[in-house]
């Protein structure tokens, strides 16, 4: 059982980089990314085929049976059309959110699975799974932070240098261009990280059994973190926003982050 539930968070771990990097190169297309990414699907492609086809020798029957055998099924067709997908088109777009879903449903029959083969492992996991989840926030919150000081010191040096003084302050920072940039990569690093933090936290709340609702401060204050960031990566690279009306948006999404983290967090009935 140890090792099987190794092979399922292994799986689910290949599943949650491709997640990131399939988003990565949602916003950069870049090829590199989207290689790494094919790859990694096609390791968790790999894993699902073999379980898929040992279960289907042993019981002579294609596994669609329980509801528990139909996610399983229902995942492996996923990964299996987003892999011919990524072959035929460019579709980063497509890519990135059927990589979302399937990760989800992943979870789910991972979960399941457990539930109904050894269901003393489900605590455990479940810990796990919370663990996971803090820390994907938590770092999240940590490259948004980064992402904001970054603003200031921008505008620390816009105003520097508009001002004509405090040279030598201006050559302990980066040009206006590096720190702008800088702050949009920890973004687009910090983003992805939050979205699947999310997810485990959902799946979590439902699998434990907790009081939950999509109505929750904490949950709805996450979301809503969420999209303040997403609408900034759109404006910045949909709509070409440098500068300082970007990094207003910026800073703007920070003290929503602030707001979430210590307000919210307070008034949410199961977050502590």
Same mark, same amino acid.
């Given at each position: 059982?140890?090792?099987?539930?190794?092979?399922?968070?292994?799986?689910?771990? &290949?599943?949650?980089? @491709?997640? $990131?990097?399939?988003?990565?190169?949602?916003?950069?297309?870049? /090829?590199?990314?989207?290689?790494?990414?094919?790859?990694?699907?096609?390791?968790? %492609? &790999?894993?699902?085929?073999?379980?898929?086809?040992?279960?289907?020798?042993? @019981?002579?029957?294609?596994?669609?049976?329980?509801?528990?055998?139909? !996610?399983?099924?229902? @995942?492996?067709?996923?990964?299996?059309?987003?892999? #011919?997908?990524? /072959?035929?088109? /460019?579709?980063?777009?497509?890519?990135?959110? $059927?990589?979302?879903?399937?990760?989800?449903?992943?979870? #789910?029959? @991972? !979960? /399941?699975?457990?539930?109904?083969?050894?269901?003393?492992?489900?605590?455990?996991?479940?810990?796990?799974? &919370?663990?996971?989840?803090?820390?994907? *926030?938590?770092?999240?919150?940590?490259?948004?932070?980064?992402?904001?000081?970054?603003?200031?010191?921008?505008?620390?040096?816009? =105003?520097?240098? +508009?001002? =004509? +003084?405090?040279?030598?302050?201006?050559?302990?920072?980066?040009?206006?261009?590096?720190?702008? =940039?800088?702050?949009?990569?920890?973004?687009?690093?910090?983003?992805?990280?939050?979205? &699947?933090?999310? #997810? !485990?936290?959902?799946? %979590? *709340?439902?699998?434990?059994?907790?009081?939950?609702?999509?109505?929750?401060? +904490?949950?709805?204050?996450?979301?809503?973190?969420?999209?303040?960031? *997403?609408?900034?990566?759109?404006?910045?690279?949909?709509?070409?926003? +440098?500068?300082? *009306?970007?990094?207003?948006?910026? #800073?703007?999404?920070?003290?929503?982050?602030?707001?979430?983290?210590?307000?919210?967090?307070?008034?949410?009935?199961?977050?502590?």
């Amino acid at each position: 059982m140890f090792e099987e539930r190794f092979l399922q968070e292994s799986m689910l771990l &290949l599943y949650g980089f @491709t997640v $990131i990097i399939y988003f990565i190169d949602f916003l950069y297309h870049n /090829r590199k990314a989207n290689r790494i990414a094919f790859w990694f699907l096609a390791m968790v %492609w &790999l894993f699902q085929t073999i379980f898929l086809l040992t279960e289907i020798l042993h @019981t002579s029957n294609i596994p669609i049976q329980t509801l528990n055998d139909g !996610l399983y099924t229902y @995942t492996w067709i996923i990964i299996t059309f987003s892999l #011919i997908a990524h /072959r035929l088109f /460019r579709l980063e777009f497509f890519m990135f959110f $059927i990589s979302v879903f399937g990760f989800f449903i992943m979870i #789910i029959h @991972t !979960l /399941r699975s457990m539930q109904i083969t050894d269901s003393t492992q489900i605590p455990l996991v479940l810990d796990e799974m &919370l663990f996971a989840h803090i820390v994907l *926030a938590l770092v999240s919150y940590g490259l948004f932070t980064i992402s904001f000081i970054l603003a200031c010191l921008y505008y620390m040096q816009y =105003k520097f240098l +508009k001002k =004509k +003084k405090g040279y030598k302050w201006l050559r302990r920072f980066q040009d206006l261009e590096g720190l702008e =940039k800088r702050a949009f990569q920890s973004i687009v690093l910090g983003e992805p990280l939050l979205l &699947l933090s999310i #997810i !485990l936290g959902v799946v %979590w *709340a439902y699998m434990t059994g907790t009081e939950f609702y999509w109505g929750d401060s +904490k949950t709805l204050g996450s979301i809503i973190v969420f999209i303040i960031y *997403a609408g900034y990566l759109y404006m910045r690279i949909q709509k070409g926003y +440098k500068g300082k *009306a970007i990094l207003s948006w910026n #800073i703007f999404a920070f003290l929503i982050l602030l707001i979430n983290f210590f307000l919210f967090n307070s008034l949410s009935n199961f977050h502590m």
